[in-house]
Each structure stands twice: as C-alpha cells, then as structure tokens.
C-alpha cells in the first residue's frame, strides 16, 4: 500500500523559505494529484495546493504568492516550497495523495516552527 | 471559498454510545463531503468519501450521510480506538476545505 513520509526543518527562521519533501513508497507519483496541507496550533485544517505529476499546479489563493511545488518522478518524491515565513506559518504540515475526491493516504506530518 | 462548519465542537462519550457529528457547507456541494480521522502522531485517515461511501477497511459502525449543505457522520457504536478528532472535507471545489473538527473523548 501507498505510504507517504515528510521531511525537512523543524524550525525555520522568519523571512525564510521553508522547503518539505514528502517521499511515496508503495507506489508511484506518476499518477495523481499530490498535495500539501496543514494545521496551525490551535486552528484548522488548511489545504495549500495540488500538484500533478506532469507539473500542473493549483495552488490556494491565500498562499498562492509565496508557494511553489514540484515533482521529481526519478526519486519518487514531490516537494513545497513556502517563501517569506513568519510565525503564522508555524504549523504541522501534512502531505497526501489527492484522488480526485478526497485525501487518501496522508503522511504523519512534520512540524514546522518559525523562530529565529 | 466555501466555508464548513462542525457540530459539536467537542463531545464525551462512553464506549457503546451512538455519537453523531454534524457538518455544513455555506452553498450546496452536492454529495462531494469526505470525513477524517485524526489521532495524536498519526496520519490522518479517510473514513468516508462521497458523503456515504465507505472507505475500504473503515469498520461498518461508521456511516456518513446527507447531501446539499448538511451531512452527518455516525457512529453506531463507539469502540476505544474511535477516540479523536474528525474532520469533514468538501471536494466540491478549490480551495479544497476542511472543518474545524469534533474532538471525541472519553466520559
């Protein structure tokens, strides 16, 4: 079964670009959606953007300025790339597999602090 | 965007209890509403897509329905390892939402 694992920083400092990798095991990422979600303390669940494996993007517009994502078919990884991080970013960010119609699988999550 | 809002907030109930979590959308999604599992330090988990669909390997104690701007999420008997937070989800269209979430605890 598809399994998916973050990775990156645990803490970043503000100003920064914060840079994931989420790495799919038990599959490929030669077909799907693959996206990035997360979750400030306290808050709610914040879907930042899709990424398909030929490269097409959908981004959420309240992020969509700052955020970047790619694909990289040979090591069987996607990535974010979220710039100008300030303490509203500190989250646990989640990576998963879209499908069309929902999320399935995710990953554990990472969590991300910004602080200098 | 489309705004999702949950009900209960949070809810204490004993295991065997019927627990029923309420979700709605601000405009109709039709049926396009999944619902998630959170548990502390694991990855989320999808119990159920299209509203009513079951997701393969989710126990039959969890049924979802409704339609429109109002679905409800079911649990016929609540086990143990049915404690922690759910979310619902619309799929109808981007950005993709969740809701703030039900937590489920203990009595």
């Known amino acids: 079964q598809v399994q998916l694992q973050e990775s990156g920083p645990g803490l970043v400092k503000p100003s920064e670009t914060l840079s994931l990798t989420c790495t799919v095991s038990g599959g490929s990422v030669s077909s799907y959606y693959w996206t990035w979600i997360r979750q400030p303390a306290g808050k709610g669940l914040e879907w930042i953007g899709r990424?398909?494996?030929?490269?097409?993007?959908n981004y959420n517009p309240s992020l969509k300025s700052r955020v970047t994502m790619s694909v990289d078919r040979s090591t069987n990884q996607f990535s974010l790339k979220l710039s100008s991080m300030t303490a509203a970013d500190t989250a646990v960010y989640y990576c998963?597999?879209?499908?069309?119609?929902?999320?399935?699988?995710w990953g554990q999550g990472t969590l991300v602090t910004v602080s200098s | 965007d489309i705004q999702m809002t949950q009900s209960p907030s949070s809810l204490s109930a004993s295991v065997g209890d019927r627990v029923t979590i309420t979700c709605r959308a601000s405009q109709s999604i039709g049926s396009y509403l999944n619902w998630y599992q959170r548990k502390p330090g694991k990855a989320p988990k999808l119990l159920i897509y299209?509203?009513?669909s079951f997701q393969s390997g989710v126990p039959s104690r969890f049924t979802g329905s409704g339609s429109g701007t109002d679905f409800t999420l079911t649990i016929s008997s609540l086990q143990p390892e049915d404690f922690a937070t759910y979310y619902c989800?619309?799929?109808?269209?981007?950005?993709?939402?969740f809701g703030p979430g039900t937590k489920v605890d203990i009595k």
């Open positions: 990424i398909y494996t030929s490269g097409s993007t």
């Open positions: 989800q619309q799929s109808y269209s981007t950005p993709l939402t």
């Open positions: 299209a509203a009513s």
């Open positions: 998963a597999r879209w499908s069309s119609y929902y999320f399935d699988p």
